[in-house]
Every structure is written in C-alpha cells, then in structure tokens.
T-cell receptor
Framework: SAVISQKPSRDICQRGTSLTIQCQVD?????MFWYRQQPGQSLTLIAT?????????ESGFVIDKFPISRPNLTFSTLTVSNMSPEDSSIYLC????????????FGSGTRLTVV | AQTVTQSQPEMSVQEAETVTLSCTYD???????LFWYKQPPSRQMILVIR??????QNATENRFSVNFQKAAKSFSLKISDSQLGDAAMYFC???????????????FGKGTKLSVIP
C-alpha cells in the first residue's frame, strides 16, 4: 500500500494566521481526501482532491477557509486560513490508491492548536 | 445518506480476553465495503479489517474477526486474546461500491475507545 508523509506533525498557531499542511505519497494515487478530527470526535471529510481539477468540498467547508492544492498525483496541500480556536483539530490526509484496491491509507495526522 | 453508528463510546477488556465492538449502519445500497480502523494515541489510522458486502463469509485477520449481518446492517468486531497494544480508538467505516459523486469517501462512526486492563 501507499506510504504517506504528512507534515507538520503538530503546530501551535496564533489566531488569524494560516497553516499549510502537506501530504507526500510515495506512489501515484488517483484520489486524496482531507479529514478533520475535532477533539474526541470522529473523522469528518473536508474535501476530495483530484489532480487537475478543483477540490470537491463537503457541506460546511468552503474553499476560502480550506484551500487545497493537488499539483500532481503524489502531492497535496491543505491550508487552514484565518484560524480561530475552533479550528484546533487533527487534520489527516488519506489516499485511495487504486480503483481495483478499495483500501485506504492515512497520513499520520497534523495536530493543530490555535491560541 | 449513509450513516454509521457505534453505540459504545468506551469499552474495556482484560488482557487475553475477548471483546466485541458494535457497529450498525444505514444504507440503501446493496453493495458496499465496511472497515474497522484503529487509531492509537499516535493518531495514525490503521486498517484492521475490511468486509465486502457481497461476501457472505465473515472476514478474519489473525486475532480480529467480524460478524457481518447484512440484513440487520450490523458489523461487529471481535478481538480475541486482547493485548495491551490493542488499546486505541476503533472506528467503523462505510464506503459505497459503485462510482459516482462522493462514492469513494469513507463515512465513519463516532468511535469506541478500547482500554485493555493488564
């Protein structure tokens, strides 16, 4: 299965600033997903990122707040913009390696604290 | 829309004993995949086991097995011979089989925190 390097692993940020999270995959993958996991909660899908097209955002998430880039089949970034304490969460990327392989691989997550 | 329900926020088990985590789901689809993921304190989401809905046989991976009841839309996880390293959050997840808008995304339950008592 694919191996994902997610950076940073954690950060503490001032409110009003932005943080960009990176996910690098060791192989080409069709689909990448970005999830948010609020403290003590389950994972909520933010958006699906496909190479060469705009990301598809889920209800409650907007591009201005969570811009996503997917410049190639091995890399994606998620930016959390104009942060507030409510954005304090774990953010995880996930990849869907292969249409025929229904397994998903996750990055190790980014623990974000906004103060 | 699909929903996944885990009714046990927390469970505990004695080391070497067996524990069963519950999961129910709601879908109008006939073909889909179900997963159990483990999330230890390291935050890494680790796939424990997966089940294709079109397979009647329950999936098994070493000490982990599932009881898949399609008609009841139930997908429980049994952990045998529990070990200290099994302590983690366990999430049940669903994915539709066929392509279409949003079909490759996973829908997660709220999770069950499993503690293993030495």
């Amino acid at each position: 299965s694919a191996v994902i390097s997610q950076k940073p692993s954690r950060d503490i940020c001032q409110r009003g600033t932005s943080l960009t999270i990176q996910c690098q995959v060791d192989s080409q993958v069709t689909m990448m997903f970005w999830y948010r996991q609020q403290p003590g909660q389950s994972l909520t899908l933010i958006a699906t990122a496909n190479q060469g097209s705009e990301a598809t955002y889920e209800s409650g998430f907007v591009i201005d707040k969570f811009p996503i880039s997917r410049p190639n089949l091995t890399f994606s970034t998620l930016t959390v913009s104009n942060m507030s304490p409510e954005d304090s969460s774990i953010y995880l990327c996930s990849v869907f390696p292969d249409i025929q392989n229904y397994g998903y691989t996750f990055g190790s997550g980014t623990r974000l604290t906004v103060v | 829309a699909q929903t996944v329900t885990q009714s046990q926020p927390e469970m505990s088990v004695q080391e070497a004993e067996t524990v069963t985590l519950s999961c129910t789901y709601d879908t109008s689809e006939s073909d889909y995949y179900l997963f159990w993921y483990k999330q230890p304190p390291s935050r890494q989401m680790i796939l424990v086991i997966r089940q294709e809905a079109y397979k009647q046989q329950n999936a098994t991976e070493n000490r982990f097995s599932v009881n898949f009841q399609k008609a009841a839309k139930s997908f429980s996880l049994k952990i045998s011979d529990s070990q200290l390293g099994d302590a983690a959050m366990y999430f049940c997840a669903y994915r539709a089989l066929y392509s279409g808008a949003g079909s490759y995304q996973l829908t997660f339950g709220k999770g069950t925190k499993l503690s293993v008592i030495p």
